[in-house]
């Protein structure tokens, strides 16, 4: 290989990184529509009781770096709204949730609807106005 092809191997492979990089950036922390019908029980996360008029489940491990920030932002939220919870379950110790609700990466949060129904879902760090329109739309229906 000649040092010519060889600079552009890595000038490629460098661009390709950044778009892939930006694109995964773009995406992580927006909220994406829920696909299906998809539901959640309190038992399967190991709660008593979901919120009464919207819960917003938290898949997190013990490692996640950006995983308290993002409980503390959705409890936060969620303590601002009648009927809303927030649960945090620990997928170090639930790991068969991971396959069942197809998390990726921690933190993913969920938006659940009264019924149980996943309205929405976040990979990443939430953006906190994001999360509280959605729940306001939750809410409203």
Same mark, same amino acid.
């Given at each position: 290989?000649?040092?010519?092809?060889?600079?552009?191997? &890595?000038?490629? @492979? &460098?661009?390709?990184?950044?778009?892939?990089? @930006?694109?995964?950036?773009?995406?992580?922390?927006? =909220?994406?529509?829920? !696909?299906? /019908?998809? !539901? =959640?029980?309190?038992?399967?996360? *190991?709660?008593?009781?979901? *919120?009464?008029?919207?819960?917003?489940?938290?898949?997190?491990?013990?490692?996640?770096?950006?995983?308290?920030?993002?409980?503390? &932002?959705?409890?936060?939220?969620?303590?601002?709204? /009648?009927?809303?919870?927030?649960?945090?379950? /620990?997928?170090?110790? !639930?790991?068969?949730?991971?396959? !069942?609700?197809?998390?990726?990466?921690?933190?993913?949060? @969920?938006?659940?609807?009264?019924?149980?129904?996943?309205?929405?879902?976040?990979? *990443?760090?939430?953006?906190?106005?994001? &999360?509280?329109?959605?729940? /306001?739309?939750?809410?409203?229906?």
């Amino acid at each position: 290989m000649t040092a010519a092809a060889a600079l552009l191997t &890595v000038l490629a @492979l &460098v661009a390709l990184a950044t778009v892939l990089g @930006l694109v995964w950036k773009a995406r992580a922390g927006r =909220l994406r529509a829920s !696909r299906g /019908d998809v !539901r =959640l029980t309190a038992a399967e996360v *190991g709660a008593a009781e979901l *919120g009464s008029r919207a819960t917003l489940v938290q898949f997190s491990t013990e490692f996640c770096a950006q995983c308290p920030a993002t409980a503390r &932002v959705l409890g936060a939220i969620a303590a601002d709204r /009648d009927g809303v919870e927030h649960l945090d379950v /620990d997928l170090t110790v !639930r790991p068969e949730l991971a396959g !069942r609700f197809a998390v990726l990466q921690t933190p993913t949060t @969920l938006l659940i609807d009264a019924t149980g129904r996943v309205q929405g879902r976040i990979s *990443g760090p939430v953006r906190p106005a994001e &999360v509280r329109s959605a729940l /306001d739309r939750i809410l409203t229906e």
